[in-house]
């Protein structure tokens, strides 16, 4: 059974930094795409960033390039999101996906790429 954990997550003040993990568990393919949701409420889950584990292509959203930086610990089965200077706007709850094969630019952020998902983890940023 595939499970995706997230932790890390907690309340900062503005140009504060939070490192967000996501250990999974259950998933034996060793190509698939690993990718990093955020959401508020009323509003859509939209993509933070996403990695190709065993691949090439990691991406982005425009919003937290420069501050946010997503890796993996291979022997450890774990993701990490990076944030660095994070502002208010970056507020909301985070969650881990992933999906098999690998993720392209056109599909990254889209949630319907991504069969397994996180429960997630609450990050707040203050002014």
């Known amino acids: 059974q595939v499970q995706l954990v997230e932790s890390g997550g907690g309340s900062v003040q503005a140009g504060g930094s939070l490192r967000l993990s996501c250990v999974l568990s259950g998933y034996t393919l060793s190509r698939y795409c690993a990718g990093w949701f955020r959401q508020t409420p009323g509003k859509e889950r939209e993509g933070v960033a996403s990695?190709?584990?065993?691949?090439?292509?990691?991406y982005y959203a425009e919003s937290v390039k420069g501050r946010f930086t997503v890796s993996q610990d291979n022997a450890a089965n774990t993701l990490y999101l990076q944030m660095n200077n994070l502002k208010p706007e970056d507020t909301g709850m985070y969650y881990c996906?992933?999906?098999?094969?690998?993720?392209?630019?056109?599909?990254?952020?889209?949630?319907?790429?991504?069969?397994?998902w996180g429960q997630g983890t609450q990050v707040s940023v203050s002014s």
């Open positions: 990695f190709n584990v065993g691949g090439p292509n990691t």
């Open positions: 996906a992933a999906a098999p094969g690998w993720c392209y630019s056109s599909t990254w952020s889209r949630t319907s790429t991504y069969n397994k």
